[in-house]
């Protein structure tokens, strides 16, 4: 899981994703923010700018995306770099309100991207659960990829927990 955004839902949701069985990567542009004590047990943590990635961040049909950086420009970078990759990531995610999303989803229309690869983007980002703290937030986002990593498992038919 590559993690675009050292903030506080980046924070929450990298600690969620790791319990339940995911490498996590954290990049964000603010070196200070990428610290061991503010994400323990992240594989790896990157300042980077959007085009400064190294190449074996590219990602590939295994790769789970999640963009909740620290503004618009930054996220629509982000998402375009992840849009633009020779192998389509299993997810692709971007938090924001819907007036956001189409701002973001029309210049990246205007810059050559698909309609087919936009449509590809779970935004905004996670389960419908009213989550509003970081902590909520994380729930509803690491919901939401665990939802479709038992699916493209071949599990999770139903909405219903099986426990």
């Known amino acids: 899981l590559l993690i675009f955004g050292g903030g506080h839902v980046g924070a929450e949701t990298a600690a969620l994703c790791q319990r339940v069985g995911f490498d996590v990567t954290v990049i964000d542009d603010r070196a200070e923010f990428l610290t061991p004590e503010r994400f323990p047990g ?11 990635l190294a190449a074996e961040l590219e990602p590939d049909e ?7 950086s620290r503004g ?10 992840a849009l633009e990759a020779r192998t389509r990531p299993a997810y692709i995610g971007m ?5 956001k999303r189409e701002m973001i989803y029309q210049r990246l229309r205007d810059e050559g991207i698909s309609q087919e690869k936009i ?10 659960i009213g989550a509003e703290t970081p902590a909520e937030l994380a729930v509803a986002i690491a919901g939401e990829i665990i939802q479709l990593r038992a699916l493209r498992r071949g599990g ?5 927990c099986p426990a």
Do not use: F, M, N
């Open 42 to 52: 992240a594989a790896t943590l990157t300042a980077a700018l959007p085009g400064e």
């Open 72 to 81: 618009h420009l930054l996220d629509r970078q982000w998402l375009k770099w």
């Open 95 to 99: 938090i924001g309100s819907k007036r």
């Open 62 to 68: 295994d790769t789970w995306i999640l963009i909740v």
């Open 156 to 160: 999770a038919k139903s909405g219903a």
């Open 119 to 128: 449509d590809a983007v779970y935004s905004p980002v996670g389960l419908a």
